[in-house]
């Protein structure tokens, strides 16, 4: 049994990834919850609701009034659970593993969420598509890729090494596509070239932010994934890479990844960052400090409530002056920002009438008011940080036919190579139980 289960602040179910054995083991212990003549493979939303309403009312309250809450527990049978959560969001993960693996599958389902949805995090305006990359990522990565690849277990990501001519090369093939990508407009560009699942070389513009190991691991996992859905992969992708936390901008980088299957087993990826990274950047920091103080007004903290109310304007302001700067335009993205202001100046005096007399009352009034402004802050997110209809997704496959010419009489030689590198995978094949790792 296997399966992955999301629930929004509200309790609703907003993601769920049951196997067949999950879903009649659920129906078999709550069967008077089903409509009659219904299977196991008719189970929703309202059912799990049912179901899991008691776990997780309890796992709220721990959080709210204990700041104490559940990470796992296990049940009869060698049925394990794993719990989570972001933006709060609360993730729970089931299966028949032990809990330590539990909390790994359940700490790639989260890094994939934030990937694929950045900020905002299986709302309406999202679409239909990062929820099916979710599933696809997530079922390779539990169902096959965990059992057949070393890498994954160690989250690490094995290299292909080249002598220096055969490095030059593909670097060279790599500058032309940043090259063929600038002269059509796109300025802040990666891009990477990878041979049967091995890293090669990657190469970046320089307005670009540099990637983070995870950004890498990340589209190695959704190449892999996709690969097994499409023998020619040509396919691009709306992603939000973290960048290297040293970076001020880093964190939440809406790109468009276009992953090209070339020939002998080459792949290429090609990532154009599109926002404003000024703007993208303030409102991912400003949709974690408001779940923040979200979460100490529950729990009735409001001595820590001050610094925290503090940093959200703080952001708020950072985030409305990088929209001036960006002289964003269009109908859409005016009325949203207009009703943003106006439901941040309305919040803005509740919060100093409450800093003021600390009333209860005025603390309700907060509470009632803030879900709107969430809701115009997930929208204004939308509009300016996952517009990227400016991008010519159709001229992507010529750059990638230009970097397959520039490597074509050395693909073969790298296919061959990366069959047998040495790399962490031949280590750990050739010695196995002779690695070991420390963590301090």
């Not at 694929?116 to 169902?143: D, H, I, M, R």
């Amino acid at each position: 049994m296997n399966g992955l289960i999301v629930f929004n602040s509200a309790n609703d179910v907003v993601f769920q990834q049951l196997n067949t054995a999950l879903a009649e083991h659920f129906f078999a212990k709550n069967s008077d919850l089903f409509p009659e003549n219904a299977t196991a493979a008719s189970i929703d939303g309202n059912i799990i609701l049912q179901i899991f309403s008691p776990i997780i009312n309890s796992q709220r309250i721990m959080h709210c009034q204990f700041d104490n809450t559940y990470s796992s527990f296990q049940c009869e049978k060698g049925l394990n659970f794993a719990f989570g959560e972001l933006l709060g969001y609360t993730f729970v993960k089931i299966g028949q593993r032990p809990v330590e693996i539990l909390k790994r599958h359940l700490g790639v389902a989260i890094a994939l969420a934030r990937h694929l949805y950045g900020a905002n995090l299986f709302a309406p305006q999202a679409s239909s598509v990062q929820e099916e990359l979710l599933s696809t990522c997530l079922e390779s990565y539990e169902e096959h890729l965990w059992d057949e690849e070393q890498t994954m277990l160690l989250e690490a990501l094995p290299r292909l090494l080249v002598n220096n001519e055969l490095n030059r090369v593909v670097h060279s093939a790599l500058d032309a596509a940043l090259e063929g990508l600038k002269e059509m407009g796109y300025q802040r560009t990666h891009a990477l070239v990878f041979v049967t699942n091995k890293f090669v070389a990657s190469s970046a513009s320089k307005q670009a932010l540099s990637l983070s190991p995870t950004d890498l691991v990340f589209l190695t996992l959704l190449s892999r994934s996709l690969q097994r859905q499409h023998r020619q992969l040509n396919r691009s992708v709306a992603v939000f890479l973290q960048g290297v936390s040293h970076d001020p901008l880093s964190g939440c980088i809406p790109c468009i990844a276009h992953l090209s299957q070339l020939s002998k087993g080459v792949l290429l990826i090609q990532v154009i960052e599109y926002a404003n990274l000024h703007v993208a950047s303030s409102m991912y920091d400003t949709f974690f400090v408001l779940q923040k103080i979200i979460t100490l007004q529950i729990q009735g903290d409001a001595d820590a409530m001050r610094p925290t109310y503090d940093s959200l304007e703080s952001f708020v302001k950072q985030t409305l002056e990088a929209l001036k700067r960006s002289k964003l335009k269009g109908d859409e993205v005016d009325t949203s920002l207009k009703k943003f202001i106006s439901k941040w100046d309305n919040l803005k005096k509740m919060y100093a009438d409450f800093f003021r007399s600390v009333e209860r009352e005025l603390l309700v009034r907060i509470e009632s008011n803030i879900p709107s402004f969430m809701d115009e802050l997930k929208q204004l997110f939308t509009l300016t940080c996952c517009d990227s209809s400016s991008i010519a997704l159709d001229q992507l496959p010529d750059v990638a036919a230009l970097v397959e010419g520039r490597i074509l009489e050395i693909s073969e030689f790298l296919a061959v190579k990366a069959e047998r590198n040495i790399t962490i995978d031949a280590y750990l094949e050739d010695f196995p139980g002779r690695v070991i790792y420390r963590y301090y």
